[in-house]
């Protein structure tokens, strides 16, 4: 396939003004009126534009219909005999870590049951404290399995996948912070028990009088804070920025935390112990030193990235190509996403998770972004020559992690971005079901055409509001399977607004789809 030029959709209507700048007239940019257009000659060129086609053969705005047995206008085909590609399956993947898990859980309790002699557990008070230690074991042990998925390490993502490591974050997060608390409720009443004083008062004795407990104390408190931030309604006010560096201090709990649990933990100093858990120690820091410093570092002094031009692809949409140093060489898929930070006077601060919206090719990159606040309507300003600072690339929503020959790719608003790459590595017979609420927000509709006619696969747009009937009808199981008859038999690829992939999780599940079979893409971690 040739290797398209920058998609520049210029000559199309700007009635909303927010692409004024990427046009070839001399209208200014709504940032900044008195910036001059951008001169054609650094414009670069590196293939054939894809035509915008006189009409659309391989895709079409789909619409609901009484009469037709599918339910809908236009029909896919006929369901195929399945067969399984030569695809890599991560599924022993992920029983291994499972089982590495709770192998290392089970050896962190065990510490305390060495160290424990019969008959020491004979009261309230002993119980209490042998509960404290306990759920203090496994809260440290929970603090480096989360720093551990935090470190962002190429190896650990490729191995599980960056899904997986999502949920499981989100769920160690939370028995963390339940484990330290209880940890903290048991020992403080396990010893008011012995002392035979108010729980109060022992828990003013504990902080002041005990080893490193004003630093396990802070540690503490910035535990909590961290998981109070990071409750969805919380987290959905703040600044992702904020929210980003305050998510970050989780290092300090480590720092803080660490000197406690050595200096009171009885558990830690054993024969067998002071071999464990500074081996886990080290292991997580090198992850992290590895995973935060070493590979970015690596990463940007091989490959040099520069915006080499930002282009208008629609409504609120823009696309944003970067020139670097053999790219060849980098290792990124069609679907992954890396985090970028474009260090312009205004943003260099400021780093951002976005997906490739075109297959890797040797000579540029393309990022296409929705505008959704400050940040980025001012990248859709940018000049060509920016510099650029990368991390990744992250996730696994790539083909090679097709389980079935055939594949249906579902994008809504910017989720559109890894679809449209990842349409270049589809096998034929691939559906795209396109959700957007205005035909004036489908972008790269020539470019989906086109790769679908070299790839023989489907398109099929789904406009209009929520409560519309196409839209309405989409994400039931009889208006899926209408579109797609062998849905099951099928690899899904979900990406766009959490209720539209979260309506089509469901759906799928009712159409008996396995979990082995979804694919989502998840931006936050």
Request: glycine share 10%.
């Given at each position: 396939m040739t290797i398209p030029a920058f998609r520049d959709q210029r000559e199309l209507p700007d009635d909303d003004g927010y692409f004024s700048s990427l046009r070839t007239d001399n209208?200014?940019?709504?940032?900044?009126?008195?910036?001059?257009?951008?001169?054609?000659?650094?414009?670069?060129?590196?293939?054939?534009?894809?035509a915008q086609p006189d009409n659309f053969r391989r895709g079409e705005v789909t619409e609901p219909s009484m009469t037709d047995p599918t339910g809908w206008k236009a029909g896919t085909g006929v369901p195929v005999v399945d067969e399984r590609p030569p695809g890599e399956s991560t599924s022993g993947n992920r029983l291994l870590t499972v089982l590495l898990f709770f192998s290392g859980l089970a050896t962190s309790?065990?510490?305390w049951l060495f160290n424990t002699q019969a008959g020491s557990i004979s009261n309230t008070a002993t119980t209490?404290?042998?509960?404290?230690?306990?759920?203090?074991?496994?809260?440290?042990?929970?603090?480096?399995?989360?720093?551990?998925?935090?470190?962002?390490?190429?190896?650990?993502?490729?191995?599980?996948?960056?899904?997986?490591?999502?949920?499981?974050?989100?769920?160690?997060?939370?028995?963390?912070?339940?484990?330290?608390?209880?940890?903290?409720?048991?020992?403080?009443?396990?010893?008011a028990l012995t002392a035979g004083t108010d729980v109060v008062e022992q828990g003013w004795t504990v902080i002041t009088t005990f080893p490193e407990m004003i630093s396990a104390t802070i540690a503490t408190g910035l535990l909590a804070f961290i998981a109070l931030i990071s409750i969805r309604a919380i987290r959905n006010v703040l600044n992702y920025e904020l929210w980003h560096l305050?998510?970050?201090?989780?290092y300090g709990v480590l720092l803080l935390g660490y000197g406690h649990q050595i200096a009171a933990g009885n558990d830690m100093n054993g024969k067998f112990a002071s071999v464990f858990w500074p081996a886990l120690g080290c292991i997580t820091i090198a992850a992290l030193f590895w995973g935060r410093i070493v590979e970015p570092?690596?990463?940007?002094?091989?490959?040099?990235?520069?915006?080499a031009e930002v282009v208008g692809e629609g409504a609120n949409t823009f696309s944003i190509y970067i020139e670097g140093k053999r790219l060849d060489k980098l290792p990124v898929q069609a679907g992954q996403f890396m985090r970028w930070r474009f260090l312009t006077a205004n943003g260099w601060w400021q780093s951002h998770p976005f997906s490739l919206s075109?297959?890797?090719?040797?000579?540029?990159?393309?990022?296409?972004?929705?505008?959704?606040?400050?940040?980025t309507r001012k990248l859709a300003t940018m000049r060509p020559g920016t510099p650029i600072w990368a991390e990744g690339p992250f996730g696994t929503f790539t083909a090679e992690r097709r389980t079935r020959r055939r594949a249906l790719l579902i994008a809504g608003g910017s989720g559109i971005a890894p679809i449209r790459a990842l349409l270049e590595d589809m096998p034929p017979d691939t559906i795209v079901i396109y959700r957007a609420s205005r035909p004036d927000e489908l972008v790269f509709r020539a470019e989906l055409e086109e790769l679908a006619e070299e790839r023989d696969a489907w398109v099929r747009y789904i406009v209009g509001g929520r409560?519309?009937?196409?839209?309405?009808?989409?994400?039931?199981?009889?208006?899926?399977?209408?579109?797609?008859?062998?849905?099951?038999?099928?690899?899904?690829?979900?990406?766009?607004?959490?209720?539209?992939?979260?309506a089509a999780v469901d759906t799928l599940k009712q159409l008996d789809v396995p979990d082995s079979q979804l694919h989502l893409d998840p931006f936050e971690f």
């Open positions: 209208r200014p940019s709504w940032d900044n009126p008195s910036m001059p257009p951008w001169p054609q000659e650094q414009q670069p060129q590196y293939g054939q534009p894809y309790v065990a510490l209490m404290i042998a509960a404290g230690r306990v759920t203090g074991l496994i809260g440290g042990y929970l603090l480096f399995m989360q720093l551990l998925m935090m470190s962002r390490v190429s190896w650990l993502e490729e191995w599980v996948g960056s899904r997986d490591l999502l949920r499981w974050h989100r769920w160690l997060g939370t028995s963390l912070v339940t484990f330290v608390v209880a940890h903290i409720v048991f020992i403080v009443y396990g010893y305050i998510h970050l201090t989780s570092l690596w990463l940007n002094a091989r490959h040099r990235f520069t915006v075109a297959a890797p090719n040797p000579k540029w990159l393309r990022l296409t972004v929705t505008i959704a606040g400050g940040h409560n519309d009937p196409g839209p309405r009808r989409l994400f039931t199981p009889d208006g899926l399977r209408g579109l797609v008859p062998d849905v099951n038999r099928r690899d899904v690829y979900l990406c766009g607004p959490p209720g539209l992939v979260n």
